[in-house]
């Protein structure tokens, strides 16, 4: 509010991150501030619409106590902040920080929260990858973020099939679907 005149045409930025993540119950943001909500307590093997495994936020750790802490807390938390400010940004985070290798199966729920956040009034995003060597899927999960934001609505499967196609070949590019489907299959829900 007190920069604004004297900068008319800065946007500033903050961050909903750990300890200042929930949104302000009181408060609208200026209409200069982009809030980036910064998603790194949410279940990344589900979408943000449906009960999710809540870890604790700020713990060293992160620990999951069980199907009583299931909650819609991330998805909530989002729906709070797009009320309270018109420029809500989203971080997401679409890799497993533990160990760029593993498998992490969360492609279908990385699509369907990109469709929840261009449905909540989220007008921008970002989705932090590895760009390691050997990251595990780093190509795939590029291609599959930009295309998903290009059309939120877009059936996410057809978009990993399209990409395993156009990168590996029609008949590896089927294999590789097989192994895209059996590990989002048999990852617990």
Same mark, same amino acid.
């Given at each position: 509010?007190?920069?604004?005149?004297?900068?008319?045409?800065?946007?500033?930025?903050?961050?909903?991150?750990?300890? @200042?993540?929930?949104?302000?119950?009181?408060?609208?943001?200026?209409?200069?501030?982009? /809030?980036?909500?910064? #998603?790194?307590?949410?279940?990344?093997?589900?979408?943000?619409?449906?009960?999710?495994?809540?870890?604790? @936020?700020?713990?060293?750790?992160?620990?999951?106590?069980?199907?009583?802490?299931?909650?819609?807390?991330?998805?909530?938390?989002?729906?709070?902040?797009?009320?309270?400010?018109?420029? /809500?940004?989203?971080?997401?985070?679409?890799?497993?920080?533990?160990?760029?290798? /593993?498998?992490?199966?969360?492609?279908?729920?990385?699509?369907?929260?990109?469709?929840?956040?261009?449905?909540?009034?989220?007008?921008?995003?970002?989705?932090?990858?590895?760009?390691?060597?050997?990251?595990?899927?780093?190509?795939?999960?590029?291609?599959?973020?930009?295309?998903? #934001?290009?059309?939120?609505?877009?059936?996410?499967?057809?978009?990993?099939?399209?990409?395993?196609?156009?990168?590996?070949?029609?008949?590896?590019?089927?294999?590789?679907?097989?192994?895209?489907?059996?590990?989002?299959?048999?990852?617990?829900?």
């Amino acid at each position: 509010r007190e920069l604004g005149p004297e900068f008319p045409n800065v946007q500033f930025e903050t961050f909903a991150y750990q300890t @200042s993540e929930l949104a302000p119950t009181r408060t609208r943001t200026e209409s200069n501030v982009n /809030v980036y909500v910064a #998603l790194i307590n949410k279940d990344s093997g589900r979408s943000l619409d449906i009960p999710q495994v809540h870890y604790l @936020s700020g713990t060293t750790k992160l620990t999951h106590f069980g199907p009583e802490h299931e909650t819609r807390f991330a998805y909530d938390n989002l729906r709070d902040w797009t009320r309270m400010s018109d420029h /809500v940004y989203t971080w997401d985070y679409n890799v497993s920080f533990h160990d760029y290798l /593993v498998p992490y199966p969360n492609l279908w729920s990385t699509g369907e929260n990109i469709r929840i956040f261009s449905e909540t009034g989220v007008i921008g995003y970002r989705g932090q990858n590895s760009r390691a060597e050997g990251g595990e899927m780093k190509d795939l999960r590029s291609y599959f973020v930009a295309r998903q #934001l290009w059309r939120p609505q877009r059936d996410y499967r057809e978009t990993a099939e399209e990409f395993c196609r156009l990168y590996y070949g029609e008949k590896a590019g089927r294999h590789v679907m097989r192994y895209i489907d059996l590990i989002h299959d048999t990852w617990p829900k």
